[in-house]
């Protein structure tokens, strides 16, 4: 999951605007390949009108980005393959691998047979955590317990708060609250524990079985035999890794991979950091996944690929491919480049 909302919202305002410039700004700033970013793709979102909607596409929308970028020379190539082609400066034409966090089981029911279609292979990264039902879909958690209730209760340091959900506008003032209490005023150890006892103070039972969006291990396993499919790893308990010590920081990097090893029988070379933005991930976490043996590392910063990321190769930005931009237009505008710089502060080979 990830949420850049700002730089999202400033690059929507832009895209626009810059989309007629694209062809022209292509042989100057376009990179040599792209990394897009799925979550969900689904014709059927099971909350078509939620607030986490801008993380599906419709696989229709898929099957038109990939058939646009084929008809403009892009191969479709594996992750491994990508990052060789990133080493050899990207001498053997333009290229583009497909990533999706967080593995949702549409990505094997509804994301797979588009990209069969299209022979083009996908790297899947998983969080043994929310597999296991050790961490929680949080973000999913808090656009229900806000839809369920008219108003909650939220304790806080300095008492009980009330947050009105009464209306529409109200559910989204208090899902940005939320979402801000966990991912900043909470420690992000305990956020799994806040988020329990919120929903328990409200009525709401967590503990009782919720229908799980994302595979299985089973699902995993069998999706992983697939030959367009690569596993890689999302740490384990999708935490926010620039919130956590040194010593937990490195054991959600690399004992994501011992686990994945275990279920799986391979081990994964591939990582996602957890919300990969600026916030979440650094100079710190990136020198981690180098240490624990990953070759390639893919964060949420917007970017295209050029040759001097051999040098960056576990900084890697992407292009996410979402429900805010399901225009193949945007897409289009986005690999030429133009809107790099915008979204990046002026910069043109996005790290961190
Ligand atoms: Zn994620």
């Known amino acids: 999951m ?30 040599v390949g792209a990394i897009l970013m799925l979550h969900r793709v689904t014709a059927t979102p099971e909350k078509p009108n939620g607030v986490n909607r801008h993380l599906n596409i419709a696989p229709e929308f898929l099957d038109a980005v990939i058939a646009d970028m084929k008809a403009s020379g892009y ?13 050899a400066g990207g001498k053997d034409g333009q290229f583009a691998t497909i990533t999706a966090d967080d ?46 209730r008219d108003r909650l209760t939220l304790m806080t ?14 559910k989204l003032q208090a899902n940005a609250r939320l979402h801000a209490y966990l991912t900043l005023e909470v420690r992000e150890e305990d956020q799994r524990i806040v988020l329990r006892e919120l929903a328990r103070a409200n009525g709401i039972d967590l503990e009782a079985p919720r229908p799980s969006t994302l595979m299985n291990w089973d699902e995993i396993r069998s999706i992983a035999a697939h030959p367009l499919v690569t596993i890689g790893a999302h740490t384990v308990n999708h935490r926010n890794l620039k919130r956590l010590s040194e010593t937990d920081a490195r054991h959600e990097i690399g ?24 916030t979440a991930v650094g100079g710190r976490e990136v020198g981690f996944a180098r240490d624990a043996g990953y070759a390639s590392a893919v964060t949420t910063r917007h970017g295209l690929l050029h040759a001097e990321h051999s040098g960056f190769l576990h900084a890697l930005p992407r292009i996410s491919v979402n429900g805010r931009y399901q225009n193949v ?14 979204a990046n502060a002026g910069k043109m080979v996005v790290t961190i």
């Open 103 to 148: 593995a949702y089981r549409d990505n094997m029911t509804e994301a797979l047979p588009v990209l069969e279609k299209h022979g083009a292979p996908i790297t899947i990264y998983v969080a043994p955590g929310l597999i296991n039902g050790a961490a929680d879909l949080w973000w999913d958690v808090i656009e229900d317990l806000v839809n369920a």
């Open 329 to 342: 237009a945007y897409i289009r505008t986005m690999l030429s480049g133009v809107t790099t710089p915008l």
């Open 255 to 278: 004992d994501a991979k011992r686990i994945l090893q275990a279920e799986l029988g391979e081990e994964p070379h591939h990582l996602a950091y957890p919300y990969g933005y600026a």
């Open 157 to 170: 340091s300095s008492g009980p708060a009330m947050i009105d959900c009464s209306t529409p506008a109200k």
């Open 75 to 87: 191969a479709f190539v594996t992750l491994n393959e990508a990052i060789e082609r990133i080493k």
């Open 2 to 31: 990830f949420d850049g909302r700002e730089a999202i919202r400033k690059l929507a305002l832009n895209i626009a605007r810059y989309t007629g410039l694209a062809p022209l700004a292509k042989p100057f700033v376009g990179g």
